[in-house]
């Protein structure tokens, strides 16, 4: 079982082979001709982002601190960078998730998988049964990632038309996950804390147990703004008093909510939460009890938590 959810397996046509140097006996340039492709990739592979009705490209490792650039869609990024390699991250609003309590008997990627079917389809009917679904474990945890409101398959033809090659297809907070824990090592240890990806309204938010997913939800806040995401921070404080013993609850599916219900600005439970992504109208500092780890109220997604070249900075 793959510890990281991947919704489409590496596609499109193979990078153009670069000439090996001369003077190199036969088998030197048989070894050159082999890494070719790999070095092409690791200099030139994009990070994009896919939101609805845009695509952020955080650019490159030859590019790293370019802004990350917008486009209309995969097809027009596509069209401009012919024979290209990316990783696509996905928006939040694009997956569902399921996370599951690892003591339920649900052995092996096909068990978790025929589960999850049937709890997707108890809470979104016939349609989720056409959902392409990914399973991941870590850390003891494990769950499911099901995509939704994207046609995959013309999605990846599009990819294979311009000679692009999509070296992994995931939701972003996987990547995010990633490097927040590498960036804050306490996060592995502490007991109770919340890691929030704010896309505009939406916000995927992720309880965390020494790292490990205990919980994982699908949010819309009632306004981009930065009250309501310390309002949506001060509901996740009051649902982490009421379940203090870190284990996680049994499996189900992670919630998709509507704005959040109006509530005093104070917990008593300081539990952290963190907070990395873009799209508040307002500035980010009014967000109280929330450590932003990138400016919230910017307009374009952090290249910092997209770009896998800047993933050790």
């Not at 036969?26 to 994009?48: C, E, F, K, S």
């Not at 009051?238 to 219900?261: K, V």
């Not at 919230?296 to 938590?305: N, Q, R």
Request: glycine content about 8%.
């Amino acid at each position: 079982m793959s510890p990281q959810p991947e919704l489409a397996a590496s596609a499109a046509a193979p990078v153009a082979a670069t000439s090996a140097p001369s003077g190199l006996t036969q088998d030197a340039r048989g070894i050159v001709r082999r890494l070719a492709p790999w070095i092409v990739g690791l200099n030139q592979r994009h990070a994009l982002l896919l939101q609805d009705g845009v695509l952020w490209d955080g650019g490159s490792a030859r590019g790293a601190f370019v802004p990350p650039q917008r486009h209309a869609d995969f097809a027009a990024w596509c069209a401009q960078h012919a024979n290209g390699v990316c990783d696509l991250w996905l928006s939040g609003a694009f997956v569902h998730e399921l996370v599951c309590d690892p003591a339920l008997p649900l052995a092996g990627d096909a068990a978790l998988v025929e589960h999850a079917r049937a709890v997707f389809a108890h809470y979104h009917g016939e349609p989720s049964l056409a959902w392409r679904l990914a399973p991941w474990a870590a850390k003891g945890q494990q769950g499911v990632s099901a995509l939704h409101g994207i046609d995959l398959p013309a999605l990846l033809t599009v990819a294979r038309e311009h000679g692009v090659r999509v070296r992994s297809l995931r939701p972003w907070w996987v990547w995010v996950l990633r490097l927040a824990l590498q960036r804050l090592p306490a996060l592995r240890s502490h007991p109770h804390v919340h890691l929030l990806v704010v896309e505009g309204r939406h916000v995927g938010a992720l309880r965390l147990h020494r790292g490990a997913v205990t919980a994982l939800q699908s949010l819309w806040l009632h306004e981009a703004t930065a009250l309501s995401l310390a309002q949506l921070a001060n509901e996740l404080r009051s649902s982490t008093a009421t379940d203090s013993d870190g284990a996680a609850a049994p499996c189900s599916e992670a919630a998709t909510a509507g704005p959040p219900m109006a509530m005093a600005l104070s917990s008593p439970v300081l539990t952290p939460i963190y907070a990395v992504g873009h799209g508040l109208r307002n500035p980010a500092g009014a967000a109280a009890g929330i450590e932003a780890l990138s400016p919230l109220d910017a307009s374009t997604p952090p290249t910092d938590w997209l770009q896998p070249a800047l993933a050790h900075r």
